[in-house]
């Protein structure tokens, strides 16, 4: 059975992990943390070994800055890089910039469990009122998306998220890795966890440890698993149809790690 090697990591630490608030498409840079631990992500990959061919982010920057300096600490930053919004962080639509504590007292856990761990259910979309909203609807990038800016989403479930990253796996990606290339996707934890979700072929959510091993900071530790979970180092290696068997899933689901 041919198998493929394909690596993801969820960005470094930004400033609003550290306040427990949902960044979503803002655009947060890393904090100094979240550049440390990007470098010694970077070095701990060369310690193993790890040549890229090809690399593929989101468009935002915390997503591109994990990358640049991963891809510097190989000594591999000719490798060449694709981005695309559809490996974007859900969009958490009205619930953007509050803070995660705030909003369980204010509508209880387990509504804000619903919002953040749920299949299917989007939060309230965002709106021309919300103090973010011109920030993120306005920008320039989103000029430059294979659809037309008015289409991008106002709210997402992971659900939807799953189903505007495939096209892009499908036609940008899976082949490159069906050819024989090593590939890195530096993303998000919900766009993680979303292709995570496609690759493991399941009808439901993900395991709860999955679920909380994509939410950990990007650091180095122990040598990924054969399939994936390194925190947030994620090691993939998959059938020849790039869906992966349920002993794989174990496997990873034995490795995986506590949510901070």
Excluded at 115 to 132: K, T
Aim: glycine residues 6%; charged residues 25%.
């Amino acid at each position: 059975m041919s198998k493929y090697k394909l690596v993801m990591l969820r960005h470094g630490e930004g400033a609003w992990n550290i306040e427990n608030r949902f960044c979503s498409w803002v655009d947060q840079k890393l904090s100094e943390d979240g550049l440390r631990e990007a470098e010694a992500c970077g070095k701990h990959l060369k310690s193993l070994g790890f040549e890229f061919d090809l690399v593929f982010t989101s468009i935002l920057s915390r997503s591109i800055q994990t990358a640049w300096l991963v891809m510097q600490e190989l000594g591999q930053e000719w490798v060449p890089v694709r981005s695309s919004w559809r490996l974007n962080e859900r969009h958490y639509g009205a619930l953007i910039g509050l803070n995660r504590a705030e909003l369980a007292l204010n509508h209880g856990e387990e509504q804000v469990k619903i919002w953040r761990r749920s299949y299917d259910v989007a939060p309230p979309p965002i709106d021309g009122s919300h103090p973010y909203y011109q920030e993120i609807h306005t920008d320039r990038r989103y000029t430059f998306c294979d659809i037309q800016k008015d289409k991008l989403p106002k709210s997402e479930s992971l659900k939807q998220v799953l189903e505007r990253l495939l096209p892009f796996w499908n036609e940008e990606i899976a082949p490159e890795i069906r050819k024989g290339k090593s590939v890195l996707i530096s993303a998000h934890g919900n766009s993680t966890r979303a292709l995570l979700k496609h690759l493991e072929g399941y009808i439901g959510g993900l395991s709860t440890a999955l679920q909380n091993a994509v939410d950990k900071p990007l650091m180095p530790a122990s040598p990924p698993l054969t399939f994936r979970q390194s925190v947030r180092t994620n090691h993939v290696t998959a059938p020849s149809d790039l869906s992966v068997t349920a002993e794989d899933g174990a496997a990873a689901e034995r490795g995986a790690g506590v949510e901070s």
